[in-house]
């Protein structure tokens, strides 16, 4: 199974499916990305990988609303309990983080599809043996695949600075 081709061509359409469904553009963003991650881990059986992928988003949607609606139930209950959110922080400091965020961005979407989704599994928590069954390497060389990709990052984000490549 091509997944890069199944991405390619039934992404965009699933993340407006979704989008739609639930109102969310990051809800849906994450259901997309859950969606193809769950395709890597186990592929459909004889059903057709369009309508898998739709049912296995729809799902994921549902299930996160009905846990969000939960969450907020909860907090309505007992608003002491709700975390304290801190103080913004200035308009400058704000427009640095973004400005940074969106160089980032640039820098990863500049990578190999493979090398994007190994540095964003990781720094989600994910462990060597789960990004390595995510994409289809050996636990062993995943080490060295992290390395390579960050140091592709890095020479990404110098380039976007205007350093030295």
């Not at 139930?73 to 309990?81: E, F, G, I, T, Y």
Request: proline residues 7%; positive net charge; aromatic residues 4%.
């Amino acid at each position: 199974m091509d997944a890069d081709r199944l991405y390619r061509e039934h992404s965009a359409a699933l993340f407006r499916y979704l989008h739609r469904l639930c109102g969310d553009p990051e809800l849906a963003a994450d259901a997309v990305q859950e969606t193809f991650l769950r395709l890597l881990d186990r592929p459909p059986g004889a059903e057709g990988v369009k309508a898998w992928l739709y049912r296995v988003g729809t799902n994921l949607v549902i299930e996160r609303s009905r846990t969000s609606a939960r969450r907020l139930r909860l907090l309505a209950r007992s608003p002491d309990r709700a975390p304290r959110q801190e103080a913004p922080d200035d308009p400058e400091t704000e427009m640095e983080r973004a400005e940074r965020q969106r160089e980032v961005r640039r820098a990863l979407d500049a990578l190999p599809p493979r090398d994007r989704t190994v540095l964003l599994m990781r720094a989600e928590g994910f462990a060597h043996r789960e990004i390595a069954e995510a994409v289809g390497g050996t636990t062993q060389s995943m080490g060295s695949i992290l390395l390579r990709a960050y140091r592709k990052l890095a020479a990404q984000l110098n380039l976007n600075a205007g350093g030295p490549p």
